[in-house]
């Protein structure tokens, strides 16, 4: 079993920059692959930066290409999504995500982090 939860989120303005925390306990996560995910209000939940723990492979959206950065510290078992040149639409329930390997489902989420953006 794998444990997640996010921190990090909050209230900022359009530019400002975050950055989501997400820190994984249960099993060693080298053969996982982790994903953050975002839902706002009224909208389908989408993919939004995914990183594979053991080689720190990473892939985006068009949307976020640019502005948002995932990484992991595989000594502190952590994820992280630094976001930059925020804009009102990136306003969200931020999720992180984990699976086994590229072609599962993602099992195990976290709680949510809410980021809210204003113009």
């Known amino acids: 079993q794998v444990q997640l939860v996010e921190s990090g989120g909050g209230s900022v303005q359009a530019g400002d920059s975050l950055r989501l925390s997400c820190a994984a306990s249960g099993r060693p996560f080298s053969a996982y692959t982790a994903s953050w995910f975002r839902q706002a209000a009224g909208k389908e939940r989408e993919i939004v930066a995914t990183?594979?723990?053991?080689?720190?492979?990473?892939t985006y959206p068009d949307f976020v290409k640019g502005r948002f950065t995932i990484s992991r510290d595989t000594a502190k078992n952590t994820v992280y999504l630094q976001m930059d040149s925020l804009k009102p639409e990136d306003t969200a329930v931020y999720y992180c995500?984990?699976?086994?390997?590229?072609?599962?489902?993602?099992?195990?989420w976290g709680q949510g982090t809410q980021v809210t953006v204003s113009s």
């Open positions: 990183i594979t723990w053991s080689t720190g492979v990473t």
């Open positions: 995500a984990a699976r086994r390997g590229v072609f599962s489902p993602y099992a195990y």
